[in-house]
């Protein structure tokens, strides 16, 4: 079993800078990631504490880290994104229409956010450990046009939605609000907004419609390492402020992710497994406040 000392866990943590991409496959598992050095082991999986340096005095980072899961956790997390012969894990299907979408009854949790966020980027690194799910990227914008399913074993399904804004699908608003209106074992949904750019005229339009069919959501912050950190911080606290005042469902932790550095994607993982039902945390982390 993992085990790290807990003095590891105290140390000060900085943004994850400079990590060769050859360490990319390595940091997808927490064992491997685990021999970091242990600074750039804490901001790899706490990055928003990495930006305490930035806050002004009197502003706290347990203000905006509220999830926070022991190392326990994030191993056992790890485990239902691992395949094994009992436990597979594999594109299901595709749909264009709900009609056309699969009868399953397992939890499900989406992804959705504008074209060019880094959205199906991250999902191929939250599957990374299961290196036969093929999840296709593209440098063009717009890419996704089906919603695609993708399932984890009997624990919980994965939906990768079309994204909004430019080039979007023709069919986007029948398509993508007729899944989040009707859907009823939807649990979660992941709007993701820029990092670098905060968020958009086109992710307010988002938000509004999660707050409209009162769906649990929960913002999720990517490609944190194109951002310098005050810009970073810069764009976190518009979201956060966004969050408090203009939305109804949003757990209140903006997470910030990115895809090349895998910064974050850990606790990802294990706030997936929580909302699904799969992780009953350990400690004070089941005690923080959710939706």
Partial sequence: MLTIKIWVLLQPRTLLRGVPRSWAHRLASLQSASKLPEKKLQALLFPLSALEGQLT??????DLQLFEPSMGDIARAERLFCPSAKHKID?????????????????????????NVGKSSLIRVLFSLAPDVEIRVSKTPGHTKK???FTVGKAFTLVDMPGYGYKAPKDFVEMVESYLETRRNLVRTFLLVDGAVGIQEADRVAIEMCNEFGLPFVIVMTKIDKSRQGALLSNLLQVREVIKTHTVCCYPQPFLASSTQYTGVHVLRCFIAH???????SGDAEQKPSH
Avoid: K, W
């Fill in 57 to 62: 005095s009197g502003f706290s980072i347990a």
């Fill in 91 to 115: 594109y299901f299907s595709s749909a264009v229409r709900m009609d056309h979408a699969p009868l399953i009854r397992q939890p499900e949790v989406c992804f959705i956010g504008r074209s």
């Fill in 147 to 149: 919603m695609n399913f």
């Fill in 275 to 281: 909302v699904t039902g799969n992780l009953p945390l």
